[in-house]
């Protein structure tokens, strides 16, 4: 079988050169290669350096050298057929050469066709040779593990790959049974059976619960084959087995796997399935079956996954399946389903491709019953209907109770600032009060002056009025001071109508803080003004402890609700002026009114140089009901009842922030007009 492949190399190895040089032109002249070699150095490096398929040795049985080829041959190159080439040859000598391994052998002279026919056979038997020598190679090494045993069933022959398996040696088992393998976990009827089979001539595979030496067990599958001779005879028995143990664990491991899967998916309360690309359902859960009605028989004869679904349903279920084996997305998963029994109901249906290999095999999915979501649903649709209308008197009630707590707020506010109020009126009143008094004793002067000098203007109308009469008319001016009293009634006047004004203005800012329009009424409104009227009646919350500065800028009207946008302005106020005066200092703090525009808004900022606002509650400042003043000096409604105006009813903004650890800046924004952009 090599021949036909490869070139065949013969070495001949001869002292006589002539002679060498004879047989290798013969050689030559049959078309193989030739070397040649007159000495046995110069042989055993041709035989290490280089393949050579026949060697031809030309020998002396009493000379030690080309034996020394010889043994070399026996030793290293047993695959390698040796032709001996001897002037005579007696029969020990022939003994002796074949003892050593050698082939064959030729005497001189050499028959030139004797030569070639051994020749032949030789390379035949190379080729032989090579092969027994690969195959043993192969089956020594070979990862399956091999045995070979005798008739009897007698180890004669183990690979590597049983040595490994099993921990036994060659020299332990050659001349054992394999039996000795026998983990006791097999019936004697198992082996018995094997036997039969093997001893008629047949071959037997199976798998083989051994035991190795140290007492492991493990699992093996095993093919034994009968060696039979030309007479029908089986010589021996030839047993190719394979471990395996950890794919038998894998199995196990798989099969508990697939009855937990099983088990977990009968444990859902929804349907589970799976359908090939034609329709076909190959996999359902417990609840699958329970849902729609069909048997174990049924599946096993085939149901098609249309026959779940309504007829009506038909044609969208398709295009949708086909949908989702092209991975193109659907929307509607809702179905009517179709029982068995004919019976219907509403269903949702969830899916995924089957992938394998890159490809689509099918459509995996989950069916959920929606029957009672549905009653549910129709249910709420009802509730709804009279819910919307009791969110919505709800609402209308809230919203009263809201302005309700505005206006009580603002109640409160003027409860609060009712004394001051009193006492600023009070202060003017007082005052065109002595004004009228000292105008009323001018007026009796000027009385008793008018009726001095009615007297003397009759007296010079009658014919003549006496020195002494003009001298106690004089008299009298100066004792009366006729000349300042003009003057001071003058004063008194101008004074009054100052008191008169004060008196006004705090009137009118009650009368602007105490107007009410409705809770959704917006009008056009300067907010300058506001915090104007706001000074005013808090005045006496303040001015015992804090000079005001205000700045404020020129702003256009907002459309607002004024009366709330008042009650902010003269709460943020009373706060500030409040948290002065916990101070407790003898020299007054510091309030700065600011307003400005900026885009679509209006702001205005209210700072003061109190206490501050600690951060650890910064954040709850403007959470109803929440106050640091002492119990009954605040509600815990006014920055809340504020953020709400601003925020909720305008669509501003109200913000705190504390530069340093003893101020507090009120900042509010409010859009000019509703839908301004809020900055």
Not at 92 to 109: N, Q, T
Request: one cysteine or more; hydrophobic letters at 35%; a negative charge.
């Amino acid at each position: 079988m090599f021949s036909a492949v490869k070139k065949v190399t013969l070495l001949v190895v001869d002292r006589r050169v002539p002679v060498s040089t004879s047989v290798s032109l013969v050689i030559k002249k049959l078309g193989y290669d030739v070397v040649t070699a007159d000495t046995v150095d110069s042989a055993l490096e041709l035989l290490k350096s280089q393949k050579i398929d026949v060697l031809f040795l030309e020998i002396n049985i009493s000379g030690e050298k080309s034996l020394e080829i010889l043994s070399y041959v026996h030793d290293h190159l047993s695959d390698l057929p040796v032709i001996v080439i001897s002037s005579a040859m007696s029969e020990k000598d022939e003994a002796d050469v074949f003892r050593m391994g050698a082939f064959d052998y030729l005497i001189h002279p050499i028959n030139n066709a004797r030569l070639e026919i051994t020749i032949k056979k030789a390379i035949i038997e190379s080729e032989r040779r090579q092969q027994a020598s690969l195959f043993s190679v192969v089956i020594t090494n070979s990862p399956i593990t091999i045995v070979i045993t005798d008739k009897e069933g007698n180890i004669e022959f183990v690979n590597n790959a049983f040595c490994r398996t099993t921990g036994y040696s060659l020299k332990e088992v050659v001349g054992q049974n394999p039996r000795i393998l026998k983990s006791g976990d097999q019936s004697e009827s198992f082996y018995k059976e094997l036997w039969e089979t093997i001893t008629s001539g047949k071959n037997w595979h199976g798998e083989f619960h051994n035991k190795k030496k140290n007492g492991e067990l493990y699992w093996e599958y095993a093919v034994i084959i009968p060696i039979i001779d030309p007479t029908w005879s089986i010589t021996h028995f030839v047993s190719v087995k394979q471990d395996i143990s950890l794919r038998k664990k894998e199995h196990e491991a798989l099969a508990e796997s697939e009855r937990r899967f099983q088990e977990l998916a009968d444990l859902l309360p929804q349907t589970v399935f799976e359908i090939d690309l034609k329709g076909w359902i190959t996999y359902t859960n417990r609840m699958g079956f329970e849902t729609f009605g069909y048997s174990h028989e049924d599946f096993h004869n085939g149901v098609h996954s249309m026959t779940l679904f309504a007829p009506e349903e038909h044609e969208r279920v398709r295009q949708n399946m086909e949908y989702r084996v092209k991975n193109i997305p659907f929307d509607n998963h809702e179905y009517v389903g179709h029982r068995k029994d004919g019976t219907r109901f509403p269903m949702l249906v969830y899916t995924t491709r089957i992938i394998r290999d890159g490809a689509p095999v099918g459509i995996r999915g989950i069916v959920l019953d929606i029957t009672e979501r549905k009653q549910v649903e129709e249910k709420l649709h009802l509730l709804n209907q009279t819910l919307e209308e009791r969110i919505e008197e709800r609402t209308k009630k809230l919203e009263k109770t809201h302005q309700q707590m505005i206006l009580h707020e603002k109640l409160a506010s003027i409860g609060l600032l009712a004394a001051g109020i009193a006492h600023e009126l009070n202060n003017p009143i007082n005052f065109v009060k002595i004004n009228f008094t000292t105008l009323k004793d001018a007026v009796s002067d000027f009385e008793k002056m008018l009726k001095e000098y009615s007297d003397i203007i009759k007296k010079f109308e009658q014919g003549g009025c006496s020195a002494m009469e003009l001298q106690t008319m004089h008299k009298m001016e100066r004792e009366l001071a006729i000349d300042t009293l003009f003057t001071d009634i003058s004063d008194i006047f101008i004074e009054s109508q100052r008191g008169f004004e004060r008196i006004t203005a705090i009137i009118s800012s009650m009368r602007n803080f105490s107007f009410r329009h409705t809770i959704d009424e917006r009008v056009l409104f300067d907010i300058n003004n506001g915090i104007r009227d706001a000074l005013v009646l808090s005045r006496y919350e303040y001015n015992n402890y804090a000079d005001v500065e205000t700045i404020l800028e020129e702003l256009p009207p907002i459309t607002c609700n004024p009366e709330q946008i008042n009650q902010v302005f003269l709460n943020l106020i009373i706060n500030s002026a409040h948290a002065i005066a916990s101070k407790e200092n003898r020299s007054h703090g510091k309030i700065t009114i600011h307003t400005w525009l900026d885009g679509g808004s209006v702001y205005c900022s209210v700072a003061d140089d109190g206490t501050g606002i600690p951060v650890e509650i910064r954040n709850r400042i403007f959470d109803p009901f929440f106050t640091t003043k002492d119990p009954g000096k605040g509600t815990g409604l006014g920055l809340s009842i504020s953020y709400d105006i601003i925020v909720n009813k305008h669509g501003g903004t109200l913000s705190v922030d504390c530069p340093n650890e003893k101020e507090t800046v009120f900042t509010l924004s409010l859009p000019i007009k509703p839908g301004s952009p809020v900055h």
